[in-house]
Structures are given as structure tokens and as C-alpha cells.
């Protein structure tokens, strides 16, 4: 089957089309679905008639990958250069990382991923996985119930006591049982669902199917996101914890996968700046163990009241370095926006605040970029008398991730930056 492909770039101009080519109810549905479930402030697909049967589609604050029956909607980030092919390659790279792992690259075929769309990455990575830990056997588990009998065979139910007060010889009780219908499994049937909806080549989508109906009898409710979270492998279960990561990472993208009228949806968006400001972070800590340091976040409170009402002042830097002692060293803040000639004055201020109270001499504001671009530095003096302050302007490529060493080019450039006097 033939797809039609529909490239966007995220804030990037819209793409002319035929009304008719897409099912845009079906569309401003799942629009108004992720805006709502990602946090966004307003809808990340703009669909705008224009007349003579045509729209213009734009997409806003997200990126990833929708398909509404033959047509494939890719998204890239601002951040990534659209034209370039390995963009779903770099993306792909930066969603492992942000999830909170680092898998292992062998579980993809690195000398053709550069070719695949998202989905089909996470689909070769999940069956990697699944083929290298269902190996011996999926995992079981315990749940708990609530039951009752004239035999206690768990845990007296307190919040049942009404019951057991007007029936004394039935005992409500919480017992637990051991079962095949676990969270790890609900999520691998729901995400081996989601891909085989979504990618393009058949062999991968015929094979996720045939996962997905050994796991049929599973079924039931989509898991939460945060219950997905806690799921724990065994030692002998530890293979598939890149199928579990890829399906964190759909259940991030708010993954949609049904049915409507002549066309069936599938897709997976992501939030573009949590992804952006999240691998920053993670670059951050990277190069923090480089140097012995620590990278952390947490919210500063600052400023007494001498007079009248209110509340401290409050700010959060992105990052904060501090050295063995605890005492902070330098403060980066990831700025998801295009840097110009310099910062707006809005980022200046508040990287500069967190630094004089820090009492850091060193700041930075982060700036992705889709070409190499040298930093700039501003040495910032006080006329009250206190330290100067060198502010720095760091534009991360983040298109070198599309080469073997890319993560740790980037990780160089913070490590660099630490290091300059």
C-alpha cells in the first residue's frame, strides 16, 4: 500500500492541500485530544480553509508522527532540519534519553535506521526486545481484590467494617492472587497495537500483530502513564526493557489508534520543548560527572520583606552545577527558541537572577540549533560593587546526533564551557 507523505516543520510554513486528501474532522479530533493530554495551550495541528477546496495545516508545539489512513503526517522539531532525512534518526536518539535510559544501540540496525520513519524505529527496537526477553517467558504478577468468605485469606478490609458488622460470620477481606494480567503486558499489547497501526513496511506490522494476539487475552484498559512508570523487570526479564521503554515513550506520545468513518487514525506527538529542555538536562548531568560536579533543578526562593505584604520571590533554573561541597558553580537555563543576534532581555533576566543569588559567576542559556554556530560571551560587571558575571550564549547542534558520536559532541560543548575561565 502506497503512502502519501505530508512533511511539517514545527512553527514552519504551512503546507497547502486538497480539503479531500485528509479526514479533518477525524484530524481536529485527535488535535484537540493531544493539546489536552500534552499540556499544550493550544491546539498543535492549525487547519485553515482557504477556499476552492483547499486548507493550509501548520503544526505548533509538538513533533512526531500521525497517520490518517494513507496519509503520513510527519512533524519534525524546530530544533531539526525537516529537508534532512536523518531528522527521525536524531529524534529518535533524544527520545531515549529524555525517557530516563540509555538503550543500547545494537537493539536497532544502525546501518539502515537512518532511513526509517519514528515509528518504525521504535517498532524494530520493540521487537528486538520482545524476541530477546520473551525468550523465557513473560513476567507474572501478583494483583489484590477484594472478596469476602467465612475464611480470612488476606488482609482484614477496614474499609468494608460496616459489612462485617451487620454479617459477623462473613469476613470481607483483600487478598491477592497470582495472574498473567499485568501492567508490562497491557502496555507491550497496547503499544504492539499502536506500531503495527503506524509503520510502513508489512513484515513489521504483520509481526507486531502476531505479538499482539498472543497477548490478546490480556486485552483490557490502556495503562496509565504513571503506572506504566513503576512497572519493575527481573534479572531474567531484563531484555525487555527496550520493548517497555518504547512503550513509555508511545504512551509519552500520547498515542491515538482507531477507527473513524472511511479513515483510521494512529500516530505519536510529543511535547517539542519538554523533549528539548529534558536532553539538556540530561547533556547537563553528563558533563557534570565529567568534571566531578553534580547537575540538579530545583526551585529557588529568595528576597525578605521589609515592608508591606506578600510572599517570597521565587525562580527555577534549568540547571544548577554544584561542586563535592554542594556549593553552586555555574547555572544554565535551555531556552527552546531560535537565538538571534543576543537573548531576549526576558531570558537574560532570569538566568542572571538565578546567578547572582547562586553567587555563580558562570551562566548560560541554551539555544538548539540545526548548524554549528560559535557561542558568544558577555561579561556582565555590577555598578553595586559585586562580581562580575559571564553570561554565555550556547547554540547546541543537535543535527550531529545523526553521526555514531554525536551524543558525546554534545556533551563536550557543556564540558567546554565548564571548563572556560
Given at each position: 500500500?502506497?503512502?502519501?507523505?505530508?512533511?511539517?516543520?514545527?512553527?514552519?510554513?504551512p503546507?497547502?492541500?486538497?480539503?479531500?486528501?485528509?479526514?479533518?474532522?477525524?484530524?481536529?479530533?485527535?488535535?484537540?485530544?493531544?493539546?489536552?493530554?500534552l499540556?499544550?495551550?493550544?491546539?498543535?495541528?492549525?487547519?485553515?480553509?482557504?477556499?476552492?477546496?483547499?486548507?493550509?495545516?501548520?503544526a505548533?508545539?509538538?513533533t512526531g508522527?500521525?497517520?490518517?489512513?494513507?496519509?503520513?503526517?510527519?512533524?519534525?522539531?524546530?530544533?531539526?532540519?525537516?529537508?534532512?532525512?536523518?531528522?527521525?534518526?536524531?529524534l529518535?536518539r533524544?527520545?531515549?534519553?529524555?525517557?530516563?535510559g540509555?538503550?543500547?544501540?545494537?537493539?536497532t540496525?544502525?546501518?539502515?535506521?537512518?532511513?526509517?520513519?519514528?515509528?518504525?524505529?521504535l517498532?524494530?527496537?520493540?521487537?528486538?526486545?520482545?524476541?530477546?526477553?520473551a525468550?523465557?517467558g513473560?513476567?507474572?504478577?501478583?494483583?489484590s481484590e477484594?472478596?469476602e468468605?467465612?475464611?480470612?485469606?488476606?488482609?482484614?478490609?477496614?474499609?468494608?467494617?460496616?459489612?462485617?458488622?451487620?454479617?459477623?460470620?462473613?469476613?470481607?477481606?483483600?487478598?491477592?492472587?497470582?495472574?498473567?494480567?499485568?501492567?508490562?503486558?497491557r502496555?507491550l499489547?497496547?503499544?504492539?497495537?499502536?506500531?503495527?497501526?503506524?509503520?510502513?513496511?508489512?513484515?513489521?506490522?504483520?509481526?507486531?500483530?502476531?505479538?499482539?494476539?498472543?497477548?490478546?487475552?490480556?486485552?483490557?484498559?490502556q495503562?496509565?502513564?504513571?503506572e506504566?512508570?513503576?512497572?519493575?523487570l527481573?534479572?531474567?526479564?531484563?531484555?525487555?526493557?527496550?520493548?517497555?521503554?518504547?512503550?513509555?515513550?508511545?504512551?509519552?506520545?500520547?498515542?491515538?489508534?482507531?477507527a473513524?468513518?472511511?479513515?483510521?487514525?494512529?500516530?505519536?506527538?510529543w511535547?517539542?520543548?519538554?523533549?528539548?529542555?529534558?536532553?539538556?538536562?540530561?547533556?547537563c548531568?553528563?558533563?557534570?560527572?565529567?568534571?566531578?560536579?553534580?547537575?540538579?533543578k530545583?526551585?529557588?526562593?529568595?528576597?525578605?520583606?521589609?515592608?508591606?505584604e506578600?510572599?517570597?520571590?521565587?525562580?527555577?533554573?534549568?540547571?544548577?552545577?554544584?561542586?563535592e561541597?554542594?556549593?553552586?558553580?555555574a547555572?544554565?537555563?535551555?531556552?527552546?527558541?531560535?537565538?538571534?543576534?543576543?537573548?531576549?532581555?526576558?531570558?537574560?533576566?532570569?538566568?542572571f537572577?538565578?546567578?547572582?543569588i547562586?553567587g555563580c559567576?558562570?551562566?548560560?542559556?541554551?539555544?538548539?540549533?540545526?548548524?554549528i554556530?560559535?557561542?558568544?560571551?558577555?561579561?556582565?560587571?555590577?555598578?553595586l560593587?559585586?562580581?562580575?558575571?559571564?553570561?554565555?550564549?550556547?547554540?547546541?547542534n543537535?543535527m550531529?546526533?545523526?553521526?555514531?558520536?554525536?551524543?558525546?559532541?554534545?556533551?563536550?560543548?557543556?564540558?567546554?564551557?565548564?571548563?572556560?575561565?
Amino acid at each position: 500500500m502506497t503512502h502519501t507523505r505530508i512533511r511539517l516543520q514545527e512553527y514552519g510554513e504551512p503546507v497547502v492541500l486538497q480539503s479531500n486528501d485528509l479526514d479533518i474532522s477525524t484530524l481536529i479530533r485527535a488535535s484537540n485530544r493531544w493539546r489536552k493530554i500534552l499540556g499544550l495551550s493550544g491546539e498543535p495541528f492549525k487547519i485553515e480553509d482557504i477556499g476552492n477546496g483547499q486548507i493550509r495545516l501548520r503544526a505548533e508545539a509538538i513533533t512526531g508522527v500521525v497517520r490518517i489512513g494513507n496519509t503520513d503526517i510527519e512533524v519534525a522539531p524546530k530544533f531539526l532540519n525537516s529537508t534532512d532525512d536523518s531528522w527521525p534518526t536524531i529524534l529518535w536518539r533524544i527520545l531515549m534519553v529524555v525517557e530516563g535510559g540509555y538503550v543500547d544501540e545494537s537493539l536497532t540496525s544502525a546501518h539502515h535506521s537512518a532511513a526509517l520513519a519514528i515509528p518504525d524505529l521504535l517498532a524494530e527496537m520493540f521487537l528486538a526486545s520482545y524476541s530477546q526477553g520473551a525468550a523465557r517467558g513473560l513476567p507474572k504478577g501478583y494483583l489484590s481484590e477484594q472478596n469476602e468468605g467465612t475464611i480470612l485469606k488476606g488482609a482484614f478490609d477496614i474499609s468494608r467494617i460496616g459489612e462485617w458488622v451487620a454479617r459477623p460470620w462473613i469476613v470481607p477481606y483483600i487478598g491477592d492472587y497470582f495472574t498473567d494480567d499485568t501492567t508490562l503486558k497491557r502496555l507491550l499489547y497496547w503499544s504492539a497495537n499502536c506500531l503495527a497501526a503506524t509503520v510502513k513496511l508489512p513484515s513489521r506490522a504483520k509481526a507486531l500483530r502476531e505479538i499482539a494476539a498472543n497477548l490478546a487475552h490480556i486485552g483490557g484498559r490502556q495503562p496509565h502513564l504513571s503506572e506504566a512508570r513503576r512497572t519493575q523487570l527481573s534479572a531474567q526479564h531484563q531484555g525487555l526493557e527496550g520493548a517497555r521503554m518504547v512503550g513509555l515513550l508511545l504512551l509519552e506520545g500520547a498515542g491515538v489508534n482507531h477507527a473513524n468513518g472511511r479513515h483510521a487514525l494512529s500516530g505519536f506527538l510529543w511535547n517539542s520543548d519538554t523533549i528539548y529542555e529534558n536532553y539538556i538536562f540530561w547533556l547537563c548531568q553528563q558533563a557534570a560527572n565529567h568534571h566531578g560536579l553534580k547537575a540538579s533543578k530545583s526551585e529557588l526562593i529568595f528576597g525578605q520583606i521589609i515592608s508591606g505584604e506578600g510572599s517570597k520571590l521565587k525562580t527555577t533554573p534549568d540547571v544548577v552545577f554544584r561542586n563535592e561541597t554542594g556549593n553552586p558553580i555555574a547555572v544554565a537555563d535551555a531556552k527552546y527558541k531560535l537565538l538571534g543576534s543576543r537573548p531576549k532581555a526576558s531570558d537574560i533576566y532570569q538566568v542572571f537572577t538565578a546567578a547572582h543569588i547562586l553567587g555563580c559567576q558562570k551562566a548560560s542559556l541554551t539555544y538548539p540549533s540545526s548548524k554549528i554556530r560559535d557561542r558568544t560571551v558577555w561579561n556582565i560587571s555590577s555598578a553595586l560593587g559585586a562580581i562580575d558575571v559571564v553570561l554565555t550564549a550556547l547554540p547546541i547542534n543537535l543535527m550531529v546526533l545523526s553521526t555514531s558520536n554525536g551524543h558525546k559532541a554534545l556533551v563536550d560543548i557543556i564540558v567546554s564551557w565548564l571548563r572556560d575561565e
